[in-house]
């Protein structure tokens, strides 16, 4: 059993409080850890539900002449889906990747697009589908 009064007594690092040791600058890049979760386990994923806050952001609309926002704020996330899908000839490339999110902002105000990268603020849950041998198909419609 956890005692409380120590837990809260160190700092999210593992130093004591008010030690002048700071953690290593290491944040959580969330899209990173995604791709970098399928590639080591040779899996393809579809991200399905999330929650969590995000302390920085850029975000791209498709089809856009405008380059990226970035938003370096707390952020919390309203939507967040996204796939990784490895390639059929596998040795890590992608064939496909997209992940497009929706946060709230402090004001209230929504911001959305595709993620080219997020840092998470603390834990994120996010709730995946795991596919270990996808298959491909190409799908023609007749009108």
Known sequence: MENLGESSMRRSGGSPFGSKNKP??????TNKWVEGFAQD???SLAILTRSGAISEVAL???GS???SQEFK???NLVSFSGAYILSPSGGGSSSTKFFNTSLVRDDY????GSALHMVALGPV???VFFL??????KITTTD
């Open 24 to 29: 290593k600058d290491n944040p959580s890049t």
């Open 60 to 62: 791209k609309h498709k």
């Open 73 to 75: 704020e707390q952020l």
């Open 109 to 112: 105000s929504v911001v959305s």
């Open 65 to 67: 002449q405008l380059q």
């Open 125 to 127: 849950l996010l709730s």
């Open 41 to 43: 386990n040779g899996v």
């Open 132 to 137: 270990s041998d996808p298959k491909f198909y």
